[in-house]
């Protein structure tokens, strides 16, 4: 019958609430999105072709992390993000190193183009005290 839906994982199958082409996908839509169709899943009983289920989530995911890289921050939110200062991105911009977009005297920076600084500090670890190095490191100096 024409219209008439066939459950995931059959041939002809449909995805139940299709995410409309080129909208943007929130993390909040992508948790509602899925939420409902467990719960939609879970009423009917239905059995689900695992590896097709997961092509769905998958994605989805792909295009909710697509359209938080299209997402256009302001310096200040930028700067935040990304852990670097605002003069530091202006500065980065000024040098042709990362593209934004200008409205006025204001920049706007695509959060995927974002620079990420590290928050690994290169340190030597400290050791426990050893009594018997340290012994021996102060009888060499004095021998």
């Known amino acids: ?32 999105r899925w939420r409902g169709r467990r719960d939609e899943l879970a009423r009917l009983g239905a059995h689900v072709d695992g590896a097709k289920l997961c092509d769905e989530v998958l994605a989805d995911v792909e295009a909710m992390l697509t359209s938080e890289d299209e997402a256009l921050l302001g310096l200040h939110d930028a700067a935040a993000r990304s852990g670097y200062s605002s003069d530091h991105l202006r500065r980065l911009h000024r040098l042709g190193r990362l593209p934004a977009r200008r409205d006025g005297r204001r920049l706007f920076f695509r959060a995927g183009d974002l620079p990420r600084k590290t928050n690994v500090v290169d340190v030597r670890p400290l050791r426990a005290y050893d009594p018997i190095a340290d012994a021996r490191r102060v009888a060499t100096r004095t021998s």
């Not at 019958?1 to 993390?27: I, N, V, W, Y």
């Open 1 to 32: 019958m024409k219209g008439e839906r066939r459950p995931l994982g059959e041939p002809g199958g449909q995805r139940f609430d299709k995410h409309p082409a080129g909208s943007t996908m929130t993390r909040e839509s992508f948790v509602t």
